[in-house]
């Protein structure tokens, strides 16, 4: 079985604005990044009298989404004004085209990634007339969900116990540590 070339075909990201209603900034929005998998933190690891390390993975990094949108939208910018502790939801939507599909229903795959976090900015320094970007980024991330198509691909909930385990090994674990669930 051959693996399949999709292109994406763009990106239009939706912010939870203070009334409830999303924000749409697809007329701005110059780039994006999503998490698609999981950033290890270790530490290397060198055996005594050895030529050779490795790193051992003790953590998984935390989320962050970068975007950056062209100009200043001050509608984007209040929602800066979030109480500690309150996250807002973030969507991202996005289409994947198969340009070697055999039939119609299987061109296009839509890509959604949820996440609520909070925001920080980073305006762009302006010099002349030029167009200037606001650097944005999704931080302290609770909750986030990427899926393409029917399939979920990432799941994270830091209420549920982190990153969604296919494996079971955080179960495992907790059983062991004599903490249930």
Do not use: C
């Not at 393409?148 to 982190?162: A, C, H, P, S, T």
């Amino acid at each position: 079985m051959a693996l399949e070339f999709l292109t994406l075909r763009g990106v239009n990201l939706y912010a939870e604005g203070d009334d409830g209603n999303a924000l749409n900034t697809h007329l701005s929005l110059q780039e994006i990044k999503l998490v698609a998998g999981l950033n290890e933190e270790g530490e290397t690891f060198t055996p005594a009298a050895g030529n050779g390390a490795i790193k051992v993975p003790t953590n998984r990094a935390e989320i962050e989404v970068p975007y950056t949108l062209a100009g200043v939208q001050p509608e984007v910018m209040s929602l800066f004004v979030t109480p500690l502790g309150i996250r807002r939801k973030f969507t991202a939507f996005g289409v994947l085209v198969s340009e070697y599909a055999q039939t119609e229903a299987d061109r296009e795959r839509q890509v959604v990634a949820t996440m609520y976090g909070r925001l920080n900015a980073d305006m762009a320094s302006h010099t002349g007339s030029g167009l200037t970007g606001t650097e944005y980024t999704i931080h302290s991330v609770s909750k986030y969900v990427l899926q393409i198509g029917n399939k979920e691909i990432l799941r994270f909930n830091i209420e549920q116990g982190g990153w969604f385990d296919a494996g079971g090994q955080r179960s495992r674990i907790n059983q062991m540590l004599g903490i249930n669930g």
